[in-house]
T-cell receptor, first 116, second 109 residues
Framework: EPEVTQTPSHQVTQMGQEVILRCVPI?????FYWYRQILGQKVEFLVS????????KSEIFDDQFSVERPDGSNFTLKIRSTKLEDSAMYFC??????????????FGPGTRLLVL | EDKVVQSPLSLVVHEGDTVTLNCSYE??????LLWYKQEKKAPTFLFML????IEKKSGRLSSILDKKELFSILNITATQTGDSAVYLC?????????FGTGTRLTIIP
């Protein structure tokens, strides 16, 4: 069964460093998403991406964040200058079509980011 | 701001018991409500509900939506230890899902 994959599974970085989290969505999916979940808290939407541009973003997704689909398969989230509070599990998700009453997203296994 | 509230936050029951998990919501432009099960890592999809009063069923799990009262319940009958997980409710508004904090369900053998 096709699945969303993410690398790395864990990343530890120093505050102020840049990190890139990678995702390979399900191959025929067209819509891509990033969510994060701070330990013990709820899953929070960051950004949705379609046709090589951001279609919606939350207030969390500020200028230190960016997303890119550099080739036909990868979808990346870059955090430019990490802060302690960026420590969280980051989930990538994809869907075949725009989210509607028939379509849902499929989540990857997540990347646990720890900023020291 | 869209809001999803789940209750209880945590529930501990014995194997074989039946549980009911609750989810209430306030969302602009409601399109659907989804239930996910989260064990160690990624949420896995359980149900999508769009219409009031129509029960969705998958094995021992079932769920129903009330769009007038803005809530949904997830029932699990004859619980097993493998049902231990965090159950997440999420509501689809415009282009995004808004999640609740989840209910942590623990099944004691």
């Amino acid at each position: 069964e096709p699945e969303v994959t993410q690398t790395p599974s864990h990343q530890v970085t120093q505050m102020g460093q840049e990190v890139i989290l990678r995702c390979v969505p399900i191959s025929n999916h067209l819509y891509f998403y990033w969510y994060r979940q701070i330990l013990g808290q709820k899953v929070e939407f960051l950004v949705s991406f379609y046709n090589n541009e951001i279609s919606e973003k939350s207030e969390i997704f500020d200028d230190q964040f960016s997303v890119e689909r550099p080739d036909g398969s990868n979808f990346t989230l870059k955090i430019r200058s990490t802060k302690l509070e960026d420590s969280a599990m980051y989930f990538c998700a994809s869907s075949l079509t725009r989210l509607n009453t028939q379509e849902t997203q499929y989540f990857g296994p997540g990347t646990r980011l720890l900023v020291l | 701001e869209d809001k999803v509230v789940q209750s209880p936050l945590s529930l501990v029951v014995h194997e074989g018991d039946t549980v009911t998990l609750n989810c209430s919501y306030e969302v602009t432009n409601f399109r659907s409500l989804l239930w996910y099960k989260q064990e160690k890592k990624a949420p896995t999809f359980l149900f999508m509900l769009t219409s009031s009063g129509i029960e969705k069923k998958s094995g021992r799990l079932s769920s129903i939506l009330d769009k007038k009262e803005l809530f949904s319940i997830l029932n699990i009958t004859a619980t097993q230890t493998g049902d231990s997980a965090v159950y997440l409710c999420a509501v689809l508004g415009n282009e995004k899902l808004t999640f609740g904090t989840g209910t942590r369900l623990t099944i004691i053998p």
